[in-house]
């Protein structure tokens, strides 16, 4: 059973922006803390941001002032807009989910790719 699916990754040129999203199912009754993680080539897999049910926000040091999570509660989505994106931003980004402020829940990711 699929509980969480990404969407909106691509192919981008440096500068440009995407914005990503991540359904959460419906099998999951009650989720906290969703976010988004990411895995370039080579490295490991890093925070990119999170967000709670309250709306509280933490970024990753790196897309910290490029990157905005957001989220709709009712809908259990969670969306990650790009900006700025730069060649070190690409990365399979892998949408997380969890009860508390554990990720107990994963996607399968989508593939971002900065390029020019």
């Known amino acids: 059973q699929v509980l969480l699916v990404e969407s909106g990754g691509g192919l981008v040129q440096p500068g440009g922006s995407l914005r990503l999203s991540c359904a959460a199912s419906?099998?999951?009754?009650?989720?906290?803390?969703m976010g988004w993680y990411r895995q370039g080539p080579g490295k490991e897999r890093e925070l990119v941001a999170t967000i709670t049910s309250g709306g509280d926000t933490n970024y990753g040091d790196s897309v910290k002032g490029r990157f905005t999570i957001s989220r709709d509660n009712a809908q259990n989505t969670a969306y990650l807009q790009m900006n700025s994106l730069k060649p070190e931003d690409t990365a399979v980004y892998y949408c997380?989910?969890?009860?508390?402020?554990?990720?107990?829940?994963w996607g399968k990711g989508t593939l971002v790719t900065v390029s020019s």
């Open positions: 419906r099998t999951i009754f009650r989720i906290n803390i």
């Open positions: 997380s989910a969890g009860p508390g402020r554990t990720m107990a829940y």
